[in-house]
């Protein structure tokens, strides 16, 4: 009886580990196979000249990529950078001050924004925020400009990332022990100083990693941005300049490019960009996490 018990628990043991190494194999797989679709590119332009040219005319095969890199970094970080203080905020509220009736009526709201499809807020941004930008925002800044540019992508992408990130705060605010709460409140600490220096505190690992799941949702994104981003090929250079991330590029050209093989491999090469740069980004945000578990926890 022992003997069959440590052989179920062994079998269970060893059937984990293969699916685990299933998991970790596919993300290679995925890198390889956009690689191997891309290796054609590289036998006209080398690696460097692909990721710093701008020049992109797809018929003279000159393929440069500068441009919707930038874009999608344009796109992406002003996005984080406008969401990110509001839901913080909104996730410290609703954990700490927020009456339960107000909760009631939010976290409805928030699952509606989360389960959305990504082309209704593509219809709205193209309907209200690019009419918002174009004749309310741009004057202000003495710009001209249609409203399709990366301050309306922005816009609509970070009131995408908004419901996400308001969710996994929350979830790790209420994860933290309310002794530490009410011992910081018994030391004298008001409510604001026990949010700051005990929730706040103990929550930024958690945090940086709702961060980084954010901006990795946020850097694949593609119909809401592409519905509302312009497509322009030119290096962007101000918020009110069009521009075309990656994943845009890849949406709007694929089905025109299918028949030329090269140009194929060009959208595989933007693909596979896309894929390093998240890679390396959630290398890295694990790597300084890591860090600051050991420091701050």
């Known amino acids: 009886m022992l003997n069959h018990r440590l052989i179920k628990d062994k079998t269970a043991q060893a059937v984990m580990y293969i699916f685990t ?15 191997r ?19 992109w005319k797809p018929l003279s095969q000159q393929f440069g990529f500068a441009s919707f890199i930038m874009g999608t970094i344009w796109v992406t970080t002003l996005a984080i950078a406008w969401v990110l203080p509001i839901s913080l905020m909104t996730a410290v509220y609703l954990t700490e001050y927020a009456h339960s009736r107000v909760k009631r009526y939010v976290f409805p709201a ?13 219809v709205w941004g193209a ?17 001209t400009t249609t409203g399709y540019n ?27 022990p309310s ?20 929730v706040l505190r103990k929550s930024l690992p958690g945090i940086i990693a709702s961060v980084v799941l954010a901006v990795s949702r946020a850097l694949g994104e593609t119909i809401a941005v592409l519905m509302v981003v312009g497509g322009g090929v030119n290096m962007p250079h101000s918020p009110f300049d069009s521009a075309n991330p990656l994943p845009a590029l890849i949406a709007s050209y694929f089905s025109e490019m299918m028949s030329l093989p090269i140009c194929m491999s060009a959208l595989m090469f933007a693909a596979l960009v896309l894929f390093v740069v998240v890679f390396v980004f959630n290398l890295v945000s694990r790597i300084v996490l890591y860090r600051i578990e050991k420091t701050f926890v």
């Open 21 to 35: 190494c299933v998991a970790i194999l596919m993300v290679f797989a995925v890198g390889y196979g956009l690689y």
């Open 37 to 55: 679709e891309s290796a054609p590119l590289f036998k006209i332009s080398s690696v460097w000249d692909l990721t710093s040219s701008n020049e």
């Open 110 to 122: 928030l699952d509606i924004l989360a389960g959305l499809p990504s082309v209704i807020y593509g």
């Open 127 to 143: 309907l209200l925020i690019v009419p918002w930008v174009a004749n309310k925002i741009a004057p202000l800044f003495d710009v």
């Open 150 to 176: 990366i301050l309306s992508a922005s816009i609509v992408l970070g009131v995408m990332c908004l419901p996400l990130l308001v969710s996994l705060f929350i979830e790790i605010f209420s994860s933290i």
């Open 179 to 198: 002794d530490l709460r009410e011992a910081s409140l018994a030391l004298g600490a008001t409510r604001w100083q026990t949010t700051k220096k005990v």
